[in-house]
């Protein structure tokens, strides 16, 4: 029997985990193994658009994530800066899944794109840290929901 998303999760239990150093523990932890997010945004006419980014890093300390993403979807500051947004992650394999809600930063920091930087970056960004289409993005969590089974 084939079900939909809808069947599936209609009895899964989730767990809202209010963001503290454990809950945030708990996702980073996850994070680790699924650096993929799917990461959800308000476009300036009210549309959701989601984009596959690979997560940078989790910051324990400030409840942040880090990502990098590419300007050239139109107006990616006015889109992600000091707005809310959305990130998805999934491991069907683990039977673990995470929603995760805060707001977005736009960060011109050379520093810190360099302390980020991967060769694997090079393959979306080939000009390095100094790519004119590469943005730093800060996500400041907010809240997280956490399903451990389907």
Same mark, same amino acid.
């Given at each position: 029997?084939?079900?939909?998303?809808?069947?599936?999760?209609?009895?899964? %239990?989730?767990?809202? =985990?209010?963001?503290?150093?454990?809950?945030?523990?708990?996702? &980073? *932890?996850? @994070?680790? $193994?699924? !650096?993929?997010?799917?990461?959800?945004?308000?476009?300036?006419?009210?549309?959701?658009?989601?984009?596959?980014?690979?997560?940078?890093?989790?910051?324990? %300390?400030?409840?942040? =994530?880090?990502?990098?993403?590419?300007?050239?979807?139109?107006? &990616? *500051?006015? @889109?992600? $800066?000091? !707005?809310?947004?959305?990130?998805?992650?999934?491991?069907?394999?683990?039977?673990?899944?995470?929603?995760?809600?805060?707001?977005?930063?736009?960060?011109?920091?050379?520093?810190?794109?360099?302390?980020?930087?991967?060769?694997?970056?090079?393959?979306?960004?080939?000009?390095?840290?100094?790519?004119?289409?590469?943005?730093?993005?800060?996500?400041?969590?907010?809240?997280?929901?956490?399903?451990?089974?389907?």
């Amino acid at each position: 029997m084939i079900l939909g998303c809808h069947d599936i999760y209609m009895n899964a %239990a989730s767990t809202l =985990l209010p963001i503290s150093g454990e809950s945030f523990a708990r996702l &980073a *932890e996850f @994070i680790k $193994d699924t !650096k993929i997010a799917m990461f959800t945004t308000v476009t300036s006419d009210g549309t959701l658009h989601s984009r596959p980014l690979v997560t940078r890093e989790v910051d324990l %300390a400030h409840h942040a =994530l880090w990502f990098f993403a590419v300007t050239h979807f139109t107006h &990616a *500051e006015e @889109i992600l $800066d000091d !707005k809310e947004v959305a990130l998805a992650y999934a491991s069907p394999d683990k039977q673990g899944y995470f929603s995760v809600s805060g707001r977005a930063h736009v960060v011109h920091d050379k520093a810190k794109t360099e302390e980020l930087w991967t060769p694997m970056a090079a393959t979306r960004f080939p000009k390095g840290v100094d790519d004119p289409g590469l943005v730093l993005v800060r996500v400041d969590v907010g809240a997280v929901e956490y399903w451990d089974s389907p």
